[in-house]
């Protein structure tokens, strides 16, 4: 039997959320958590205040801060939330706390949730793979947006391409996502004055499931939330 599946956006429907949730930022908060932790990185926490990544990471040597505000490295961070910067990077057994404008906030804020996944077109087939396993009654996607204000076309596409799989369907999601190209939500990786916004960026992220694994928020309730890498 299908699960009954509802779309909601942003920070709100972040709160609003309920069953199983999964919380989608394709441009490229989550596209960058996967290579993360495919990077070898041993914990993944997502955090909602720069300032703290901060006082961690200098507090935990080893440690590593990666995140943006507005598309941009944060000031004293090790990386940007880029794909590209990570795919170079050694990270095995690092630490990694990740921070950015709109997906690490819906996560911490899908409070009523029964399960928490993050979601992004590079693992979107193993996320509906999970879903099927676990066979909940809702599944609540949760479009995080531009800045976590305004709907983008990356997310809408993940968002659908995912309740249209768990709906039976086969979408052509390669032909799909490759259409992002010319999303308005794109150009920023095409201008080559956004040197915080490199073109190999937007490859990685419409890259159609690379990955066979989930990342599921785990120890919601405690200081540091992480994620967990579950073969999918």
């Known amino acids: 039997m299908n699960p009954s599946v509802v779309i909601l956006d942003h920070v709100a429907g972040a709160r609003e959320a309920c069953g199983l949730v999964v919380v989608i930022d394709v441009f490229r908060a989550f596209t960058v958590a996967c290579h993360l932790v495919e990077a070898g990185a041993a914990r993944l926490h997502p955090l909602t205040d720069p300032r703290r990544a901060l006082r961690l990471r200098d ?23 880029s794909p590209s910067e990570i795919c170079g990077a050694d990270l095995r057994g690092r630490t990694v706390l990740h921070t950015t404008h709109a997906g690490t906030e819906g996560l911490m804020n899908a409070g009523l949730a029964d399960e928490v996944l ?27 947006g531009q800045e976590a204000r305004e709907r983008c076309a990356e997310d809408d596409l993940c968002a659908g391409i995912i309740a249209a799989r768990l709906a039976g369907d086969s979408p052509d999601a390669a032909a799909l996502a490759a259409g992002l190209r010319y ?14 916004a490199p073109e190999a960026d937007l490859g990685y992220c419409i890259e159609v499931d690379r990955f066979n694994f989930i990342l599921r928020l785990e120890d919601r309730d405690g200081e540091l939330p992480w994620l967990a890498r579950i073969n999918a």
């Open 183 to 196: 999303a308005p939500s794109a150009r920023r990786f095409l201008d080559p004055e956004a040197d915080w």
């Open 59 to 81: 507090a935990h040597p080893g440690w590593l801060a990666i995140g943006e505000r507005h598309g941009r490295r944060l000031p004293g961070f090790d990386f940007g939330n």
């Open 118 to 144: 993050t979601g992004s077109l590079v693992n979107a087939a193993a996320i509906c793979r999970y879903i099927r396993h676990q066979q909940p009654s809702r599944v609540s996607l949760v479009r995080m």
